[in-house]
Each structure stands twice: as C-alpha cells, then as structure tokens.
C-alpha cells in the first residue's frame, strides 16, 4: 500500500526527468517550418530558447489542424505544450490553460483587389469567406452570424493561412480573416490581397497547456516569457520576423515580382560568382543591387554614384574596378566592398547584425555607424543589436545628436530603410529561390514567386 502513497511527478518534473519538452504546433511561416538549414520560425525560435533555459532537448511535433492540435495536447506521452500562434477563446479555455501573451495580432478581414471592399460585418453577408478549422476566427465568424444571419462561411481544415491568403489572391474565394502578422508576412506574394478592415480588437497570442489542476509547467512558461520580454530578446525575434514585413508595400512588391522574372535573370550568374568569391549569400547581394539600382547597370545618382551596385568612384577604383558601368565589374566590386566593410566591423558583433552593421555601413559610412553606436551605448542601449542601433541612426540628422558625434551629420534615416527594404528583398530572392536550390534545376535561372503550399513554407534568411 505503500506505493499509493507516492505522489505523481508534476508536468515540469516529468520533463525534466525524461529530458525532452514535446510541443505542437503548425507547420507555417509564422510558426515553425523546416529550410535546407534546419528547423526554424517565430514559434519556433521562442519555444526553442524555453526548451534551452530547462536544459532539456526540444521535440516538435506539427499539428495536421487545430481540431487535431488542442487533442492532441496532453494525450499520454503526447506533446505538454502548444506554441502555435494561438488567442484564448471560452471553447478553448474548456480545452486547455493558457500563458502569458507574447504578441499582439489583430483579425484582419482580406478581400481581393478589384472587388468591392467591405467596410464593416454587415458586408460580408452573401460572400464566399473560407476560414481554418477550429481557428478563433471561425469562433468569431460564428458569433456574427448570430447578428447577421446572411453570413455564410466554410471552415476547411486542408489549408493553411498561405493557402488561404492564395485562394482570395486567386478569385477562388472572395474574403477570408486571418491575423494581421500573418498577413504582413505573406502579402508580398499576393498581389492581389487587400486589407478591407480589421474586425474586432489587437488579441493576444499565448502558448497553451493542457487543463487541470497541474500549474507546474505553466508557471515556468510565465516566468520564461516574463524574462525574454524584459532583456529584449522577444522583441529581437519579432524584429527579425515582422520587423521588416511590409516595408514594399502592394506596388513594390508587384514591380519587384516583375523585374524578378525580367531583369535579374541576366545578372545572376555574376551574384552567385562574385558571391562564392567573397564568402556572402548572392541573393543578398542581388537584394543590394536592387534597392541601389533596380538591377539596371548603366543608372547614375544625383550624387554621382553609378552602376548597379551604385559604387563612388573612389571605392571603385579602391576594389579595382575600371569601369563602374560594366555590370559583371560593378557586382564584384559591390561584394569585394561588402566583405571588406563585414570583416572590418567589432569583433564583438555577431550575426545576423554584422550582416545588417555592414549593410547600413555601406549606404552611410563606417564613421557615421561607429557614432551612431556610440549615442546607443550612451543610451544603455547595446551598441552590437541593430535592433537598438537603428533607433540611434535617424539622431544624425538632428544637430543636437550629431553635434556631440565625431563625424557630425550624417542622413541617418537612410541607412535604416536601406537595410530594412534588402532584408524584405532577401526575404523574397530566398524563397523565390528555394525550389531550385531544393531541386535539379539549378541551371534554370528563371526565377518566379510560386504558389505556396504547405510543404515549403517562407524561408527566413539564416544569416
């Protein structure tokens, strides 16, 4: 009788016993996705660092729906938490306990460019919506229904936001609710999406675990996202994936879907040589020579800059280049320059900022980066996170800032955006990329925006 005695090891112990933390979640760009480098995404990412803090290793088990995720949550020997994008509703408090919020998201009602925009609930009577199974916005739509009973909807458990932001791209459907990250994150593929109004208020999302009695698990899940809040590194995740979502806006993305296909084509070959040559990525090198001059070889500046990587004829001459309008010259003079700048950087600076350092460093100067690194040490900022760095550079321009710097004015703002849109570039050249570089057709340089399926999520750059 005495074993009745022994009382059941809580959840955090069973972890920690058992030394792995199995968690669901989705398989999406927003959540958790698997590149030709590993496994990576938002969700990902923060439920990795958990796993890291218990000292235990990480298990990632995808969910086929939510339906299927919130069962499988706390079967035995199952997953004991989910971090999958996921807002608290009544049904899904009967189903599990939820965390502290990490990231605020509002519904967004989607329609298709061209098509009449509705403008509140009452429009979207009479329409083809599609929304996910089991999501907290066909709770929504569910309760609309009861005020406005000319709502019809579908709920598919066969797709994933992607799919769904494809579908209304596509006419297949006329609108769809999906979480405004989520849209950020992959309306540059769709050209056609359009944002009619957002319904309802910012919700939050939270990492979920199974209902009961047992709070040992969650308690450690609170203490962990109460501290990557406070030493900033929630918010380095969220500027790497959402930070620099929606910088092109509709017509960019639609002109730079076109020149993708028209122009990059003839100067490939060259990124990818001056890239292996170098040691850098060529589709960030084929992302500078967009933002300088929209892969055109033969532009000039205002300021007398030239040529596709917009070098001055001083750098030119300085990476041995005799002619800045040549385009194959211009490429490898642009990469010679990049690397020179990287490896030239503190040696304290890491990646992915020594990626972003070098980058700002280019459009502005190393000077200029050196003070503006200063001002955020000054600050009790960290001189070695562009995340903190970046809100130091646009203080260049402002004479009570750059009057205290060594190398005085500078325009700060640029060097921002500068890097802000080669990072939405890159975001786009890498998944555009993927299936070639995945596949037998390197040799194939014709390069497009696919449709997205499930299979071959949005890649993040791995810098």
Not at 114 to 141: C, F, M, N, W
Request: charged residues 25%; hydrophobic residues 35%; contains cysteine.
């Amino acid at each position: 009788m005495l074993g009745a005695c022994v009382e059941k090891p809580s959840t955090l112990e069973r972890v920690k016993e058992d030394g792995v933390l199995r968690v669901i979640t989705r398989n999406s760009p927003a959540t958790y996705f698997e590149d030709r480098n590993g496994e990576t995404g938002f969700e990902y990412e923060l439920v990795k660092r958990f796993a890291d803090d218990l000292g235990v290793e990480l298990k990632i088990e995808t969910a086929d729906n939510l339906d299927d995720l919130f069962t499988q949550l706390g079967q035995p020997d199952g997953p004991v938490l989910a971090a999958a994008g996921l807002v608290s509703s009544e049904n899904r408090l009967q189903q599990a306990k939820f965390s502290h919020p990490y990231l605020e998201v509002t519904p967004q009602i989607i329609y298709r460019n061209g098509q009449s925009r509705p403008t509140s609930a009452a429009d979207l009577a009479g329409k083809r919506i599609t929304v996910l199974k089991g999501s907290s916005h066909a709770e929504q739509l569910a309760e609309l229904k009861k005020q406005y009973p000319g709502i019809e909807y579908e709920e598919s458990d066969a797709v994933e936001v992607v799919d769904l932001l494809r579908m209304v791209d596509e006419g297949q459907i006329d609108l769809t609710l999906v979480d405004s990250n989520e849209v950020a994150m992959n309306q540059v593929y769709f050209p056609n999406v359009r944002v009619a109004f957002d319904l309802g208020d910012a919700r939050s999302q939270r990492w979920a675990v199974m209902a009961g009695e047992d709070n040992s698990l969650l308690n450690e899940i609170n203490a962990y996202l109460d501290k990557v809040e406070k030493n900033g590194t929630l918010q380095r995740l969220k500027d790497r994936y959402y930070g620099h979502v929606d910088v092109l806006g509709y017509v960019g993305a639609y002109t730079f879907a076109q020149h993708l296909q028209q122009r990059l084509p003839k100067y490939e070959k060259f990124f990818k040589e001056a890239a292996k040559k170098e040691g850098v990525d060529w589709r960030l090198l084929a992302a500078m020579g967009y933002q300088e001059s929209l892969w055109q070889p033969t532009v000039t500046s205002k300021t007398g800059v030239r040529g596709l990587m917009m070098l001055t004829q001083n750098t030119a001459q300085a990476m041995g280049v005799a002619n800045r309008l040549d385009a194959k010259q211009s490429i490898y003079g642009g990469a010679k320059y990049l690397a020179l700048i990287k490896s030239e950087l503190d040696d304290d600076i890491q990646e992915p900022d020594r990626t972003w350092f070098a980058l700002a460093a280019y459009n502005v100067g190393g000077g200029h980066l050196d003070d503006a690194r200063k001002l955020a040490k000054k600050e009790g900022l960290n001189p070695n996170k562009w995340l903190d760095v970046k809100k130091m550079l646009p203080r260049l321009a402002q004479k009570q800032w750059y009057s205290k710097t060594r190398y005085g004015y500078a325009r700060g703002g640029e060097p921002v955006h500068f890097v802000a849109n080669i990072r939405r570039y890159y975001d786009i050249l890498t998944w555009a990329t993927q299936p070639q570089l995945e596949g037998d057709q390197a040799a194939d340089s014709t390069l497009h925006i696919p449709g997205i399926d499930k299979t071959k999520p949005k890649e993040e750059p791995q810098l």
